[in-house]
């Protein structure tokens, strides 16, 4: 287990949802950690160190050891924290939180960052992707209140793209993808998500996130 003393830093960017996982995490831990705000137009020489290969963000400096890779980091806190754990147990959930974990960054949310970024003329095929996507992941939620069951967990912590980021990309676009007529058992989730009073506390200013990605658009 971690000593209380530890010296845990995260070099990250406000607007990523990737970024933000890490946080969420160590908030959920109860973990204090400094933050480091990085301009990825012009990248601090501490992150190409602790970063050479993706040259990304995030990045978990956990005393003087980096690493990177936002659900490679959420996995570590929840092994070297041991409270409110993230994962469950028994290996076969487990094995299907990473399952779900890996399809949200491989297939679900591309598919609805192409749907509210796409021109007129992919729009309606990448819009049906994006539909076909969050009906694969409604699915994965079986009824539960969250993905990790009652509390949250790693795929609740992936999904947060799904959970705050999506309401701001389709007004901005202009869609309607996530809605309660559409998805009620997702959309359910997302306001049991966005209420809980850690996640709440940890997420970016909307008003501030909304101006953010609505710049990015008219580029």
């Known amino acids: ?54 040259k990304k963000v995030p990045v978990l400096v956990h005393n003087g050891n980096p690493l990177a890779e936002s659900l490679v980091i959420v996995e570590y806190i929840d092994e070297t924290w041991k409270n409110n754990p993230l994962l469950p147990q028994d290996p076969y959930e487990r094995a299907l939180a990473h399952f779900w974990a890996k399809t949200l960054d491989d297939k679900i949310l591309p598919a609805i960052w192409n749907a509210c970024w796409s021109d007129e003329k992919g729009r309606e095929k990448a819009e049906e992707e994006a539909l076909e996507a969050l009906e694969i992941l409604q699915e994965a939620l079986k009824g539960k209140r969250f993905f990790g069951g009652e509390s949250i967990g790693l795929v609740d912590i992936a999904a947060n793209f799904i959970g705050y980021w999506v309401a701001i990309l389709q007004e901005i676009a202009g869609l309607k993808l996530l809605t309660l007529e559409k998805f009620p058992k997702l959309y359910k989730w997302s306001q049991d998500f966005l209420n809980h009073p850690v996640i709440k506390e940890g997420l970016p200013p909307r008003d501030e996130l909304f101006a953010f990605f609505k710049a990015s658009a008219k580029k």
């Open 1 to 54: 287990m971690a000593s209380e003393s530890s010296e845990v830093r995260v070099l990250g960017k406000w607007a990523s949802p990737f970024s933000n996982r890490v946080d969420l995490a160590l908030k959920l831990k109860g973990v204090s950690y400094e933050y480091c705000e990085e301009d990825l137009a012009n990248k601090s020489q501490e992150l190409l160190k602790y970063n050479p290969v993706h």
